[in-house]
């Protein structure tokens, strides 16, 4: 039953390429979108380089590289660039770990301690700074179906609005340069209390990390195996992995800080903004196979390996003979899971977080837009998406039949809006609409 899927041709899994008009879209309107990046991001010395993708109607309408991939050796942005994609791993992790439920291997409704012992008497905090914390019982145990909707009590450090954020800092859980294994988080997290008891709001979290971990626990199979094995070799996702290997280290873009300072400083010509080098991708710890296997932020990939996982998700489920999940968990997993209908608005305890809050919800492992006329950018209703702290994004919105992938390499992701400008950009080039 675990057993490795058998492999798609690559003949069945490239995608084609048609005129946007052909798609229904604009050429003219989506070469809007290079002008605008290079206009208010790359001249502005904002962001290195970007790259595009937008596929709509069974191909794709539209695919840019500009800019540089490293700045300081003035290697360009190429097709196959790879980036640190952090949180977007969330999502293969998500239907990773669907894969099974659908098997019957575990279910949403289960309690976590079930497979987690020593989290079976973990409390939510109420006051107290580590390792003096008060605190209280929690109304409910959690479940794991908490872990795919973020409302399991966890937290980020870098959420730096309680204590318990604080324990997490101190204990390096959830970094993004990442310590420890997957064994040791889940012992640390056992000492550390729950910032709310499950089921009571939405905080973004190491929660999918936690589902990696079970994944190893349930599975039987290293985390990282069972995605080469179920996902990455099935798909020919053959750049995606939890580190870049030798002969594909010239492919590895830069990474940066939106904010001056660091270790050295770039500037595009005539640049007002500037960056400063986050990981040099010569000596980065991404060339190198992690000792934590993160789930919630671990992957490298390209923008071609991920619109392949996006295609399979579009197309519910299934690409070239290659069926990842039923339509029906896929359509579970995309509808908002938030107690009571509520948006992220009313639900969030979060101060950063990878979506914006008006009118969106949460699923299993995406945000999903409920009402896009409060979101005020356009869009449809039952849209899914997420992003990556580098400024990666993807969306993907079945009502048009539609993906879009934006790929550059910036922390953090909240330093610009150019994901809520995208959306506007994208959706003003759709010239036949499926609504």
Known sequence: MLDPIKPA???????????????????????????????????????????????????????????????????????????????????????????????????LDEPVHKYIPQWKDMRVFVAGTPPLFQTKPVARPMQIVDLLRHTSGLTYGFQQRSNVDAAYRAKKIGEIEKAGTMQSMIDDLASIPLEFSPGEAWNYSVSTDVLGYLIEKISGKRFEQFLKERIFDPLGMVDTDFFVPAEKAHRLAACYNASPGGMSSFHAPGAKGSLSLQDDPTTSSFLTPPSFISGGGGLCSTAADYLTFCRALLNRGELGGVRLLGPKTLALMTTNHLPGNKDLTQLSRSLFSEATFAGVGFGLGFSVTMDPAQTLIPGSPGEYAWGGAATTSFWIDPAEDLIAIFMTQVLPSSAYPVRRELRSLVYSAITDSNL
């Open 9 to 107: 041709s690559a003949s069945s899994l490239m995608p084609t390429t048609a005129t946007p008009e052909t798609l229904g879209m604009s050429g003219a309107r989506l070469g809007r979108i290079e002008d605008h990046l290079k206009r208010r991001y790359l001249e502005s010395g904002r962001f290195p380089g970007t790259q595009t993708l937008i596929y709509r109607r069974g191909a794709i309408a539209h695919s840019a590289v500009q800019g540089y991939a490293d700045l300081e050796r003035k290697v360009p942005m190429k097709d196959d660039t790879i980036f640190r994609i952090y949180s977007m791993t969330k999502p293969i992790t998500s239907v990773a770990f669907m894969m099974l439920v659908e098997e019957g291997h575990v279910a």
